[in-house]
């Protein structure tokens, strides 16, 4: 079975600060794992996504995540927190259809 | 190019009326999904296409709701007889349906749909 936990509804960071968004996820397989963005009343966009060729992956606008196997970790990284950043991240593990985390909302303040 | 269009953006209807919401998937892309978002949480899987036929319809919530892909292009989800509790927001999106889970999918910008 897969499933993903997002371990925090909210995060607030100040500009330029780093950003940390945490997910764990189950699956009965090798996992294909995504992150997603969404700002408001705009459609998902994909940031980045990990297949298994490299253990950290590096997306659009500064973001990147690191798969750990041994702790089942997929977490979001940005290293300065942008205004722009301000969203709905959500975490995915694929297996044909996605099944999403509950989403992290994150707050950027100036 | 064109992404994944869904018309309509908004939809206000009463309870125990029918719907339809239509998902135009980018060219090309043979796997079509339909999720359903509700307020305050991740999008949920409804059903997945490859082709014409529904290769995945697990995630539909009961038989008031349906989904069709006739010509393995433009998809329509209806609903019947619908209950406050179907207001969400209708995500559907596309892949190329070569690589399986290891496929990004693109989304559209959804049919936000309101029942009364």
């Known amino acids: 079975a897969q499933s993903v936990t997002q371990l925090d509804s909210h995060v607030s960071v100040s500009e330029g600060t780093p950003v940390l968004l945490r997910c764990n996820y189950s699956s009965s397989y090798s996992p294909s794992l995504f992150w997603y963005v969404q700002h408001p009343n705009k459609g998902l966009q994909l940031l980045l996504k990990y297949t298994s060729a490299a253990t950290l992956v590096k997306g659009i606008n500064g973001f990147e995540a690191e798969f750990k196997k041994s702790e089942t970790s997929f977490h979001l990284t940005k290293p300065s927190a942008h205004m722009s950043d301000a969203a709905e991240y959500f975490c995915?593990?694929?297996?044909?259809?996605?099944?999403f985390g509950t989403g992290t909302s994150l707050t950027v303040i100036p | 190019g064109a992404g994944v269009s869904q018309t309509p953006s908004n939809k206000v209807t009463e309870k125990g009326k029918y719907v339809e919401l239509r998902c135009d998937p980018i060219s090309g892309h043979t796997a079509l999904y339909w999720y359903r978002q509700s307020l305050g949480q991740g999008p949920e899987f409804l059903i997945y296409f490859q082709g014409t036929g529904a290769a995945d319809d697990s995630g539909l919530p009961n038989d008031r709701f349906f989904a069709v892909r006739p010509e393995g292009s433009v998809s329509t989800l209806k609903i019947q007889r619908t209950e406050r509790g179907d207001s969400a927001v209708y995500l559907c999106a596309s892949s190329p349906g070569t690589s399986g889970r290891w496929e990004t999918q693109y989304f559209g910008p959804g049919t936000r749909l309101l029942v009364l």
């Open positions: 995915v593990v694929s297996a044909n259809q996605f099944y």
